[in-house]
């Protein structure tokens, strides 16, 4: 496992035959990418959305979130034909182009987003459940953390038995998860009123520059959380058949699912005006094709996001064992992360993951937007390991890495510095509350950082990676100030 893959090979060298059969094809990778994508966010987008915007600016958000998702996109898949050697995705792309402190940060940030999403997905997930059974009512009960714990666990299981076979039942998923989108925007196509579409289009009191900035910055968190996943195969690139099938996979999986969630929000809002879009109740798109269809509607979406969320779910453990496993390999997280069981599942850092999920459940006790909150701080906490991924794109096509002579590398290079501009935008874009509280979860993380460092006989940080903790420290620091003055709310 993570075998180093040939460039163009249709295997890998020095894989068993038995180990290459259970290496993963295009079709596990696009599934991958597409499962990890479309989660439970896709059911509640529209609400997500039209809680901060109206039409106008959605669209806007849109494009903007088009062009900069698709180059990000086109980044990832360039780095995997640059750069076959690296393994790792978004962590490995920071430590190759900026260092181990900025690949172990990548990787960290990368984690913390992944299983905190998870925590999302099980908000969601009994919201939807709560529809047939009253019991898990809201998704945030004490039967829903019961009921949510034991999906943990199962998931946890499943995949202790091998990443291969739990990739087999993501492809499952995946396909079972876009009927019922699919029924949706095919059915809302007949009920699609143009006024509801345009009424408040601008906001209130029509079109301003600052409200429609606004709103638009609004938007950006929603869109990014619902395109987390992107780089769901370049993750696993060490475990895919072939190297070239990662790039395909990311691209294939992107636009399809764009167009999805384009689809998704200009049909809701033919729907309903945005007011009643952003009040509907969890999951969004149940309550509006009820509002439509009746109450089979509503089943319909439910029992959909039902298994969609699992998928997700599973899918996005994948990944969360996945990035502490091959960091540490690599040497930037402590040895522990990179021990196997004979299934070749990450053993160590699936228990490590799924432990905290179970921690975080809890706080269904003590929240009433969990849900809101989780994907909030998880689009947050990805926004470094995308960032530096683009940034490496940039170092890469200007450096010619990877590029026969002759080669031109104009258009990567204009990729990666749409795909930078994009990734800058998020930051400023989430907000200083949600940078703040990532870095309380930045910050323990250099103690993690120091003892891999001390485990490969290097006894103390540069100076630069001294001064980088200091200031994740500070910032830690400022953002407990914060919360206990109440400025920042984290329930």
Sequence with gaps: MSTKLEHDSGGSAGVHPDKQDKRLGLGALTALVVGSMIGGGAFNLAADLAQGANAGAILIGWVITGIGIIALGLSFQNLTMRRPDLDGGVYSYARAGFGSFVGFNSAWGYWLSAWLGNVA???????????????????????SIIGASIMLWLVHTLILRGVHEASMINIVTTIAKLVPIFAFITITLFFFNLENFTFDFWGQGGFSWGSVRDQVVSTMLVTLWVFIGVEGAVVLS???????????????????????????????????????????????????????VGPWGAMLING??????????????????????????????????????????????????????????????????????????????????????????????????????????????????????????????????????????????????????????????????????????????????RILSGNISVI
């Design 121 to 143: 997905y099980a908000t969601l997930l009994f919201s939807s459940v709560g529809y047939f059974f009253p019991i898990f009512e809201g998704g945030q009960n004490i039967a």
């Design 238 to 292: 060490g475990r895919a058949r072939k190297r070239s099938d990662v790039g395909k996979a990311t691209v294939i999986g992107l636009l399809g699912t764009l167009v999805i969630y384009l689809l998704i929000s200009i049909m809701s809002l033919g729907l309903m005006t945005p007011e009643n879009v952003a009040n509907a109740s969890q999951p969004a798109m149940a309550y509006l094709l009820e509002s439509a």
């Design 304 to 481: 959909g996001l039902v298994i969609s969320v699992l998928g997700a779910w599973l899918g996005w453990t994948l990944l969360a064992a996945e990035i502490p496993f091959v960091a540490a390999k690599d040497g930037v997280f402590p040895k522990w992360f990179t021990k196997e069981n004979q299934n070749q599942a990450p053993v160590n850092a699936l228990w490590l993951t799924n432990g905290l999920i179970q921690l975080f459940l809890f706080t269904f006790l003590i929240s009433d937007a969990a849900y809101n909150f989780a994907f909030s701080l998880a689009s947050s906490a990805i926004l470094i390991p995308y960032v530096f991924s683009a940034f490496y794109q940039v170092k890469v096509a200007k450096n010619g890495i990877g590029y026969s002579s002759g080669e031109r590398k104009t258009r990567d290079l204009a990729i990666g510095l749409v795909a930078s501009v994009y990734g800058l935008w998020l930051i400023y874009a989430a907000g200083i509350d949600y940078l703040l509280l990532t870095t309380l979860l930045y910050a323990p993380g250099t103690l993690l950082y120091m003892k891999a460092q001390r485990e490969n006989g290097i006894k103390s940080l540069t100076k630069t990676e001294w001064m980088v903790a200091g200031v994740l420290t500070a910032l830690a620091i400022f953002a407990v100030v």
